[in-house]
């Protein structure tokens, strides 16, 4: 099973600010990341796909990075909308495992 | 525009099972798998299982298997997990989503449900 170790766990940033998720693999998994946005009751939502590819609707702030094991979800001039929790998955291989998730908070 | 609905929330007793639908829209059903997952208070996400939508071909989560059944009803749109022989631990929020592809490979997840608290007490 591969393991996906994400940091942080919480943080807070203030409006404009570049904020960057960090998604670690216990093994090689090419480029086979998804980064998703969550707010309470509410249905997760794709924002990356394949590591580095913003789904089409997701505002250009949204950016993803990395590959093999190192990944990276990196927001730049956060607005109070982005206030959410973030999670990686990785479906390179099965079962499908997620990281721990970020809840990032707008002061 | 695709969209899942999921059942509403369930309260059920140790031992007892529970079945949590997931209504699709927008979309042809059969053209993607349907994923399971859950959530527990203060836990990461878990990969419970997937269907083919198609054909019904399943597959579960090592962690699951003989307590986790994923189907499908075509006519309806509609994708089922029933969990049984409940216990504390399974307390979550349920979500389905649905995968990029129809089947193996998976192309990760696009679509989620809305999430279906159980509460087992």
């Known amino acids: 099973e591969t393991t996906l170790t994400q940091s942080p766990a919480f943080m807070s940033a203030t409006p404009g600010d570049k904020v960057t998720i960090s998604c670690k693999a216990s093994?090689?998994?090419?480029?086979?990341m998804n980064w998703y946005q969550q707010k309470p009751g509410e249905a997760a939502i794709f924002i990356i796909q394949d590591a580095s590819t913003l789904v089409p609707g997701i505002p250009p702030r949204f950016s993803g990075s990395g590959y093999g094991t190192d990944f990276t979800l990196t927001i730049n001039n956060i607005e109070s909308e982005d206030a959410a929790y973030y999670f990686c998955l990785q479906h390179d291989n099965f079962p499908l495992t997620f990281g721990q998730g970020t809840k990032v908070e707008i002061k | 525009q695709a969209q899942l609905v999921q059942s509403g929330a369930e309260v059920k007793k140790p031992g007892a099972s529970v079945k949590v639908s997931c209504k699709a829209s927008g979309y042809s059903f059969t053209r993607n798998a349907i994923h399971w997952v859950r959530q527990a208070p203060g836990q990461r996400l878990e990969w419970m299982g997937w269907i083919n939508a198609g054909n019904g071909h399943t597959e579960y989560s090592q962690k699951f298997q003989g307590r986790v059944t994923i189907t499908r009803d075509t006519s309806a749109s509609t994708a089922y997990m029933e969990l049984s022989s409940l216990r504390a631990e399974d307390a979550a929020v349920y979500h389905c989503?649905?995968?990029?592809?129809?089947?193996?490979?998976?192309?990760?997840?696009?679509?989620w449900g809305q999430g279906t608290t159980v509460t087992v007490s």
């Open positions: 989503a649905r995968d990029r592809s129809a089947w193996d490979p998976t192309f990760g997840l696009d679509v």
């Open positions: 093994r090689d998994i090419d480029d086979d």
